[in-house]
Each structure stands twice: as C-alpha cells, then as structure tokens.
C-alpha cells in the first residue's frame, strides 16, 4: 500500500496539513498520507529541535531517510529558506514565481535522485494562503476596516503566491502590521479554516498543482 509523508517546516505548517490538507484528501478516499516536522538541531545529547530555518542539507537528509518507508514530498515555505539553500541565488534571477520554486525544487529532486520524492516550495510562504480570502480575518478581529485596507494592498497582485517576501511586505509581515500579536499557530490556522482548502486551491494555483500531484500518487 501505498503511503505519503508531508515534511513540514514547523508547528503551523504541521497543523494545517493535519486540519486541512489531511482531510482534504480523505474525501477522497485517500487516507494513508501523515506530516512530520523538519528536525533542524540536534543537541549532543541526541535531542533533536524541530522548526527554525530550512537548509539544504537538513531537508535532503531527512527526505532520504523518510524514503526507505514511503512517498514523501515537502510544505517549506521560499521566505524562511536558508539564503545558502542550493539554488537560491539562482532563483532570484527570475521574477515569474514559478519558475523561483521549480529553481529550488529541481535542486532538490536532483540531489535526492527517487521519483518517490515530489519537492514543493510555497510561495512566497504559509501566510500568503490566507489571502486567498481577506474576509476570514475576521475572525483575528472584527473591524472591516483592516479588511478594506488589505484588500486594497493585495489587490495588484495576480494570486496570493504573488505577495512578495520583502521584510517589510511579506504575507506574515502584513497581517502583523494590522493585527498586532497575530499568531500564526492559531488565528493563521483559524483563519485557513474558516475559509477552507477548496478556496486556497481557487486562488492560489500552485499550491492546488502541489496537492493534484500527492493525489496522483495514489491513482
């Protein structure tokens, strides 16, 4: 039987998969697919500390090892990607999305060499999925005002992937500066609910192309 394990690069990452993506493919009918989170330290004692920032080598290691069992590919967002990470400069080259995450993904593929490995980057990182419906962030706080100021900020941008990662406009960046002490963990998940995974694969095409891929796994 076949299985899928989804690389995760923290705890939000790790939670919608579980709370969306998961359940998104149950309906239809696919149920053998689990996450696990990036382990990116370990201590000499062993201990291993999960989350923080993404490099090449941590993510290959870890791919390589998941492989011996199953499908594996990966949820890592292109802004918290180490700026050493292979491929990297390179893909600042271009300036179409796509071609910016299939810079890092064919680096990825290449150096792990199993077509049981499907390498996803998000652009430009988890947050940007939540713009694919700025109504939802009412439920971080219910002024229409902060809606109607983000709905204009995004509005020149073709899909939410769209939404660059400079410090100061990056998804996350954006929803800090209107709802001071977001959490990513809960009103990010929260809000990624409230609007559901049909809405994020309507608006943001290359996330829905990632998740038609795992499904294929399984055909």
């Not at 292109?78 to 400069?89: A, K, L, Q, S, V």
């Not at 990010?188 to 943001?204: F, H, Q, T």
Request: proline share 4%; aromatic share 12%.
């Amino acid at each position: 039987m076949k299985k899928l394990l989804i690389i995760a690069e923290g705890q939000t990452e790790e939670k919608f998969i579980k709370e969306l993506i998961i359940p998104y493919f149950q309906t239809k009918n696919i149920y053998n697919i689990d996450v696990t989170i990036l382990p990116n330290k370990t201590l000499a004692s062993g201990q291993r500390f999960k989350g923080g920032a993404v490099t090449f080598k941590n993510v290959t290691n870890y791919a390589k090892k998941l492989l011996n069992s199953a499908y594996v590919t990966t949820l890592l967002d292109y802004y918290g990607i180490d700026r050493n990470f292979d491929g990297y400069e390179e893909s600042k080259i271009f300036s179409d999305i796509k071609d910016k995450k299939e810079t890092l993904e064919k680096k990825l593929a290449l150096e792990i060499n199993n077509n049981k490995f499907i390498p996803y980057i998000q652009m430009y990182e988890f947050e940007g999925l939540l713009f694919s419906n700025p109504d939802s962030f009412v439920y971080i706080d219910e002024d229409p005002y902060k809606i109607a100021d983000i709905k204009k900020e995004i509005a020149s941008y073709s899909t939410p992937e769209h939404i660059n990662d400079s410090p100061q406009t990056a998804p996350s960046k954006r929803l800090e500066k209107h709802y001071k002490g977001y959490s990513k963990t809960t009103d990010g998940i929260m809000v990624a609910e409230d609007m559901g995974i049909e809405k994020i694969m309507e608006k943001c095409p290359l996330f829905k192309e990632w998740l038609k891929k795992l499904e294929n796994i399984f055909v």
